[in-house]
């Protein structure tokens, strides 16, 4: 993969895994240990190329860079489902005009076993509850407010 449009830097990190809470705490860790070595407020450069994965965990990735106060600069390369919130926890975002790929639909679950009426029901509350979350974190950092953002999800856009 050709980095020539993100600046050669000795800071970065690539993400090129499925999200989960493995792989956020890993990337965290990652984040906050190279942050430690960087002098003059330099950010933390983020090359991402995910496939999405876990709703929650990148949620709790974006909560926790938000409050770290860590400068991550984050570069989309493939931006899919809940990569998306990993790529928009940046203090600076950058996507390729031709190059970069978004891809944004409704949380979805994988089922295994046997349910009953009441935990379909209590998924599929959990799985609206999710996509509500996500939409507003989107909106809190976009210019998209949630609404739209779910109807977005709804197209898989």
């Not at 709703?55 to 938000?66: N, P, W």
């Not at 106060?69 to 975002?93: D, N």
Request: aromatic fraction near 8%.
């Amino acid at each position: 993969m050709s980095h020539a449009w993100v600046p050669a830097s000795p800071n970065t990190i690539n993400f090129l895994e499925t999200v989960t809470s493995e792989s956020v705490n890993l990337l965290i860790s990652e984040i906050e240990e190279m942050h430690k070595g960087i002098k003059n407020g330099v950010s933390v450069q983020l090359l991402i190329n995910s496939n999405g994965g876990e709703v929650k965990s990148a949620t709790a990735f974006l909560y926790k860079i938000q409050e770290s106060g860590i400068p991550v600069s984050t570069y989309g390369y493939s931006i899919e489902s809940a990569a998306l919130l990993i790529y928009l926890a940046g203090t600076s975002r950058f996507a390729h005009k031709t190059r970069t790929r978004f891809f944004l639909h409704e949380v979805k679950a994988h089922i295994d076993g046997e349910y009953d009426e009441r935990a379909a029901l209590d998924l599929a509350k959990e799985m609206k509850r999710l996509n509500r979350i996500f939409a507003e974190c989107v909106a809190e950092r976009t210019n998209i407010e949630a609404k739209d953002v779910l109807k977005l999800m709804q197209e898989n856009t």
